[in-house]
């Protein structure tokens, strides 16, 4: 076991979230060096750490993986190739390990015997006691190695966990990932949040390319796409279709910004559609397995159904799983598109996808709280935007959920839900008892005032970054309402919901 560990290993190692060990690093509890943290030091935070203490990490992972939905399922033992070469690789340090062992033996054998050839020799006299002193202390030194101590149990999870999962650093970001059971390596990218560059993920565009630059990756999957001999040599390989046999280092590029995803055109299945409440469908679609969606959280796309009836949406699912896409759908009567989708769309009718659009994303690198202020139906792009937040284990979150009654607030367990399993996560709800979508003058100034108690009640919003979501004249006067508060534009974030 190394005596240096990345957070990411690390946090797995001691059954804990990244982002409390992030927060023992900036408190100067922990101590780190280059985004790298001693055993030692993880040990003095975590001495009672054993091999069962998996709880706080199975507790964010079941979280993430209902945002990854079903193909988490799949999930299993790497991939037998893959799995035996691992083993192999852990059997070379153990022997290895061996050999260093028996080279000392040798050594303190040698060493042996030279002490007792000077022992006999008479003009030594005077040393002889030292080298008495010397014999006894090395004598007691090598029973007390050889006494079979207790095995430290970070060790022991080490060893395993080279074995069931490998790590990922991606240059030049230097975001790092693990590798679990049989996903590729773009799988498990995704799962952790990152935005690698891809486009089909199924090994026929090429977009996934990427260079190994230390470590070993291992070919799972088939893919049409070519890549040249030269290039193979030169270490280019396809995320989506290769697993990683060893910890690996590789230059990709990550989408940084909504200009580095491309516009796409998709045409995807109804896969479910269903009332969430009298006036909210829930619509699930599902893309060919060939030809997914890639987007941002927070991103919305146009739909289009029927005869070219078409809406801008808000995706209300993660980015993690690319292939079933959710939206919120209100009724708007009279709206061609909401009376298509609310009455005529049946299960397995194509809806056409283009996009994706819109800039209300996460800011990743900002470290404050982030707080979201829901207003009815702009819960579905925070939806997204907090389920990539925890695939990130970005705790610190607060939601606001305000509603023109009780029935707009039409997804309260979910809230509910995050709150309960995560200790950083914060959820309210308010019942305004008035319509969000039509504010007058009276009707601003009592909106206001709810924020106001809202924001004089908790200290973190004033620390954090905050997200608006909801009807365009809402979203207006509460970001109005922020930047009047002195909150810099950089920390303020809108989407206007339909
Ligand atoms: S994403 Fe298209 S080849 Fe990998």
């Known amino acids: 076991m190394s005596d240096m560990l990345s957070i990411t290993r690390a946090a797995r190692l001691v059954g804990v979230a990244r982002s409390e060990l992030q927060k023992k690093i900036q408190s100067g509890e922990m101590a780190s060096h280059d985004g790298m943290i001693g055993v030692d030091s993880l040990l003095n935070c975590y001495p009672n750490a054993e091999l069962e203490d998996t709880s706080e990490f199975q507790r964010i992972n079941q979280i993430k993986e209902r945002s990854f939905g079903k193909r988490v399922l799949e999930r299993v033992l790497p991939d037998a190739e893959v799995l035996a070469a691992r083993i192999t690789e852990l059997g070379k340090t153990l022997s290895l390990s061996q050999e260093q062992v028996n080279k000392f033996n040798v050594l303190l054998h040698r060493l042996w015997e030279k002490l007792d050839q000077l022992e006999t020799q008479d003009d030594l006299s005077s040393s002889k006691l030292i080298i008495n002193d010397l014999k006894s202390w090395i004598k007691k030194e090598v029973e007390l190695a050889m006494e079979l101590g207790t095995a430290n149990p970070l060790a022991i999870k080490d060893s395993m966990l080279h074995v069931m999962t490998a790590q990922v650093t991606v240059l030049p970001s230097k975001h790092d990932f693990l590798v679990d059971g049989r996903d590729s390596l773009l799988e498990a990218a995704m799962r952790a949040g990152i935005p690698l560059n891809y486009g089909c993920s199924g090994g026929n565009c090429g977009l996934c390319k990427a260079k190994v630059v230390s470590g070993e990756v291992k070919k799972t999957?088939?893919?049409?796409?070519?890549?040249?001999?030269?290039?193979?040599?030169?270490?280019?390989?396809?995320?989506?279709?290769?697993?990683?046999?060893?910890?690996?280092?590789?230059?990709?590029?990550?989408?940084?910004?909504?200009?580095?995803?491309?516009?796409?055109?998709?045409?995807?299945?109804?896969?479910?559609?269903?009332?969430?409440?009298?006036?909210?469908?829930?619509?699930?679609?599902?893309?060919?397995?060939?030809?997914?969606?890639?987007?941002?959280?927070?991103?919305?796309?146009?739909?289009?159904?029927?005869?070219?009836?078409?809406?801008?949406?808000?995706?209300?699912?993660?980015?993690?799983?690319?292939?079933?896409?959710?939206?919120?759908i209100?009724?708007?009567?009279?709206?061609?598109?909401?009376?298509?989708?609310?009455?005529?769309?049946?299960?397995?009718?194509?809806?056409?996808?283009?996009?994706?659009?819109?800039?209300?994303?996460?800011?990743?690198?900002?470290?404050?709280?982030?707080?979201?202020?829901?207003?009815?139906?702009?819960?579905?792009?925070?939806?997204?935007?907090?389920?990539?937040?925890?695939?990130?284990?970005?705790?610190?979150?607060?939601?606001?959920?305000?509603?023109?009654?009780?029935?707009?607030?039409?997804?309260?367990?979910?809230?509910?839900?995050?709150?309960?399993?995560?200790?950083?996560?914060?959820?309210?709800?308010?019942?305004?008892?008035?319509?969000?979508?039509?504010?007058?003058?009276?009707?601003e100034k009592m909106l206001i005032k709810v924020i106001e108690n809202v924001v004089a009640g908790d200290s973190h919003i004033i620390q954090g970054d905050v997200y608006i979501a909801g009807a365009e004249l809402t979203v207006n006067v509460v970001e109005k309402y922020f930047l009047g508060k002195g909150f810099p534009k950089t920390r303020v974030s809108v989407e206007c919901v339909k």
């Open 330 to 443: 209100q009724r708007q009567t009279g709206n061609l598109f909401s009376d298509y989708v609310f009455d005529r769309l049946k299960l397995n009718d194509t809806v056409e996808i283009e996009g994706p659009l819109g800039e209300f994303i996460l800011h990743e690198k900002s470290t404050r709280p982030l707080c979201f202020f829901v207003f009815d139906n702009g819960f579905a792009p925070v939806k997204s935007l907090i389920e990539h937040a925890l695939s990130l284990e970005i705790e610190n979150i607060r939601l606001y959920w305000f509603g023109s009654s009780q029935q707009h607030i039409y997804l309260p367990n979910v809230a509910h839900s995050w709150a309960d399993a995560l200790d950083n996560f914060y959820y309210e709800e308010h019942v305004l008892g008035f319509d969000l979508r039509s504010l007058n003058a009276n009707r």
């Open 221 to 328: 999957r088939h893919h049409d796409f070519v890549i040249s001999h030269e290039e193979q040599d030169r270490g280019y390989f396809l995320l989506c279709s290769n697993t990683a046999v060893s910890d690996v280092t590789l230059e990709a590029p990550v989408a940084g910004s909504v200009q580095d995803i491309p516009f796409q055109q998709i045409e995807a299945k109804v896969k479910m559609s269903g009332h969430i409440s009298d006036d909210i469908l829930l619509l699930h679609l599902q893309t060919p397995r060939t030809h997914r969606l890639r987007f941002l959280a927070g991103q919305r796309v146009t739909l289009r159904v029927g005869q070219s009836f078409s809406s801008q949406l808000s995706i209300a699912s993660c980015p993690c799983d690319d292939r079933n896409v959710l939206f919120h």
